[in-house]
């Protein structure tokens, strides 16, 4: 008879709680949530008229083990039917953009592009990463993600795709970032392979591996590139408490904040506001900074390491404004740290799931992303700054980068923060450009006849083109695969 508390009611908390919940040798679960509702960063708002607007998340990758893992999950909950999918050949998977330099970018998405020059870049991207194969391995044990990228596919690929993809994915500085942590998948292909190219074409380490359910099998013969729920991505958190709630083994707590865990001669107490929790096990789903402050005193050097990991702070605008009003058409468009600072990104909402715009009428809805790593630089504390300040900021960026010029008739801001900061940064995964890198041997015969010669001048030749042709294939597959990794697989 095992009881455990799990510490947190955000999607990690819960969904741990569902496996345990399912765990024949745990017989009590006790959820500790510190706010009023579950669910964490999935957070959804419904309004009366239909419409749906996502304050955190808004799509969900289906690839990996995870993906997988993560669509099981949801058929087993039963919301299988609330599945909205966004395959690969939709234009908000095939058009991504970066604004540089004042204009939107498009970013190739067909071989073509990828041999030419395609602003904002300077040259072709396969120029761009072709050497990547002849740099040596670092023998450092970690280093910054702009420092991984540099030195291996080249700075300006670092300072401006790189860049504004961390910033989409993390709020964080590539500078900053540490490249082990946040891409283990290619830490470990330079480690095993010595390059990338080499690790995404033979491997770079084991893989876990979830068995597909009907789902899951689903979005992988649809090519899924991402799927949210009809009511908003919060509906996932929800059904798993009400499963959790039904389940007869979980107690689910609102407004449980934790303030002190301690070891005891039979497990651990942990001390809430109201009262005292007795469990065999503990499980944090707790932010670092957060788990770092109710750990007992004997847990040093540990609370000094979580004190250590650092986060940031991040403004969500969602906007919504009357009439079909975006000049292109796609996901959206980040911003590199080069071109504004303070502007993360804007995510155009009403391309991707159009089922969540209202459904009496013609409207677009937009999210912008600001702050992250640059928060207190361009807005100063965040318990100072006003709404109709970010409100306004975020309105301006709209007109400025899509020339949208009339106001949105809609606007909900949510400042997302962890204690002081919001979105640690680290754990998530990315992946950089790769090239086409074709080798060729060249081979020398000498023939007595002529027509030997002839023959066998043909027969090399023959050889050679079939040769390059087959490694120009190989090569255009993983760097469309790494393509399409950076900007589908992991929005």
Same mark, same amino acid.
């Given at each position: 008879?095992?009881?455990?508390?799990?510490?947190?009611?955000?999607?990690?908390?819960?969904?741990?709680?569902?496996?345990?919940?399912?765990?024949?040798?745990?017989?009590?679960?006790?959820? %500790?949530?510190?706010? /009023?509702?579950?669910?964490?960063?999935?957070? /959804?708002?419904?309004?009366?008229?239909?419409?749906?607007?996502?304050?955190?998340?808004?799509?969900?990758?289906?690839?990996?083990? $995870?993906?997988?893992?993560?669509?099981?999950?949801?058929?087993?909950?039963?919301?299988?039917?609330?599945?909205?999918?966004?395959?690969?050949?939709?234009?908000?998977?095939?058009?991504?953009?970066?604004?540089?330099?004042?204009?939107?970018?498009?970013?190739?998405?067909?071989?073509?592009?990828?041999?030419?020059?395609?602003?904002?870049?300077?040259?072709?991207? %396969?120029?761009? $990463?072709?050497?990547?194969?002849?740099?040596?391995?670092?023998?450092?044990?970690?280093? /910054?993600?702009?420092?991984?990228?540099?030195?291996?596919?080249?700075?300006?690929?670092?300072?401006?795709?790189?860049?504004?993809?961390?910033?989409?994915?993390?709020?964080?500085?590539?500078?900053?970032?540490?490249?082990?942590?946040?891409?283990?998948?290619?830490?470990?292909?330079?480690?095993?392979?010595?390059?990338?190219?080499?690790?995404?074409?033979?491997?770079?380490?084991?893989?876990?591996?979830?068995?597909?359910?009907?789902?899951?099998?689903?979005?992988?013969?649809?090519?899924?590139?991402?799927?949210?729920?009809?009511?908003? $991505?919060?509906? %996932?958190?929800?059904?798993?408490?009400?499963?959790?709630?039904?389940?007869?083994?979980?107690?689910?707590?609102?407004?449980?904040?934790?303030?002190?865990?301690?070891?005891?001669?039979?497990?651990?107490?942990?001390?809430?506001?109201?009262?005292?929790?007795?469990?065999?096990?503990?499980?944090?789903?707790?932010?670092?900074?957060?788990?770092?402050?109710?750990?007992?005193?004997?847990?040093?050097?540990?609370?000094?390491?979580?004190?250590?990991?650092?986060?940031?702070?991040?403004a969500v605008i969602n906007l919504e404004y009357e009439g079909s009003i975006l000049p292109v058409m796609g996901f959206g468009h980040l911003v590199p740290s080069s071109e504004d600072r303070g502007l993360l990104g804007v995510v155009y909402d009403s391309i991707p799931f159009p089922q969540h715009n209202r459904p009496d009428g013609q409207t677009t809805r937009l999210t912008v992303m600001m702050g992250g790593a640059w928060f207190q630089e361009v807005f100063g504390p965040p318990e100072a700054v006003t709404e109709e300040h970010l409100i306004a900021r975020a309105t301006e960026a709209v007109q400025c980068h899509l020339g949208v010029t009339t106001a949105p008739i809609w606007s909900r801001v949510a400042l997302q923060r962890v204690w002081q900061d919001c979105l640690c940064n680290i754990c998530m995964y990315v992946c950089m450009y790769a090239s086409v890198c074709v080798c060729v041997c060249v081979c020398v015969c000498v023939c007595v006849c002529v027509c030997v010669c002839v023959c066998v001048c043909?027969?090399?030749?023959?050889?050679?083109?079939?040769?390059?042709?087959?490694?120009?294939?190989?090569?255009?597959?993983?760097?469309?695969?790494?393509?399409?990794?950076?900007?589908?697989?992991?929005?």
């Amino acid at each position: 008879m095992r009881t455990i508390a799990v510490l947190g009611g955000g999607i990690g908390g819960l969904a741990t709680s569902y496996y345990l919940c399912r765990n024949p040798q745990v017989t009590k679960v006790i959820v %500790l949530e510190s706010s /009023s509702r579950f669910g964490g960063w999935l957070w /959804s708002t419904r309004r009366s008229d239909g419409a749906v607007f996502e304050h955190g998340p808004r799509g969900i990758r289906p690839a990996g083990a $995870v993906g997988r893992n993560t669509l099981n999950m949801v058929e087993e909950l039963g919301l299988e039917g609330e599945v909205l999918p966004v395959t690969y050949s939709h234009i908000a998977s095939k058009n991504r953009y970066l604004y540089v330099n004042g204009q939107l970018h498009k970013m190739p998405s067909r071989i073509s592009e990828l041999l030419r020059t395609v602003p904002p870049f300077s040259r072709p991207l %396969l120029l761009s $990463v072709a050497s990547e194969l002849l740099v040596t391995k670092s023998k450092e044990d970690d280093e /910054s993600i702009h420092s991984f990228v540099s030195r291996r596919l080249g700075k300006e690929l670092a300072d401006i795709a790189v860049d504004s993809l961390c910033r989409g994915v993390f709020a964080g500085d590539c500078r900053k970032l540490s490249v082990r942590s946040c891409f283990p998948p290619f830490y470990d292909a330079e480690q095993r392979r010595g390059s990338l190219i080499l690790g995404m074409l033979l491997g770079s380490g084991p893989t876990p591996v979830i068995s597909p359910g009907s789902l899951a099998q689903r979005s992988i013969k649809e090519s899924w590139a991402q799927w949210s729920l009809r009511r908003g $991505v919060e509906s %996932l958190p929800e059904s798993l408490a009400e499963y959790l709630q039904q389940s007869g083994k979980v107690q689910l707590h609102r407004e449980a904040a934790v303030k002190q865990i301690h070891p005891s001669a039979s497990g651990w107490k942990v001390h809430l506001e109201d009262g005292v929790v007795s469990a065999d096990h503990i499980i944090s789903a707790l932010p670092a900074k957060a788990l770092s402050s109710v750990l007992p005193s004997s847990c040093q050097p540990l609370i000094q390491q979580l004190q250590d990991v650092s986060s940031v702070t991040v403004a969500v605008i969602n906007l919504e404004y009357e009439g079909s009003i975006l000049p292109v058409m796609g996901f959206g468009h980040l911003v590199p740290s080069s071109e504004d600072r303070g502007l993360l990104g804007v995510v155009y909402d009403s391309i991707p799931f159009p089922q969540h715009n209202r459904p009496d009428g013609q409207t677009t809805r937009l999210t912008v992303m600001m702050g992250g790593a640059w928060f207190q630089e361009v807005f100063g504390p965040p318990e100072a700054v006003t709404e109709e300040h970010l409100i306004a900021r975020a309105t301006e960026a709209v007109q400025c980068h899509l020339g949208v010029t009339t106001a949105p008739i809609w606007s909900r801001v949510a400042l997302q923060r962890v204690w002081q900061d919001c979105l640690c940064n680290i754990c998530m995964y990315v992946c950089m450009y790769a090239s086409v890198c074709v080798c060729v041997c060249v081979c020398v015969c000498v023939c007595v006849c002529v027509c030997v010669c002839v023959c066998v001048c043909i027969y090399i030749y023959i050889y050679i083109y079939i040769y390059i042709y087959i490694y120009i294939y190989i090569y255009i597959y993983i760097y469309i695969y790494i393509y399409i990794y950076i900007y589908i697989y992991i929005y």
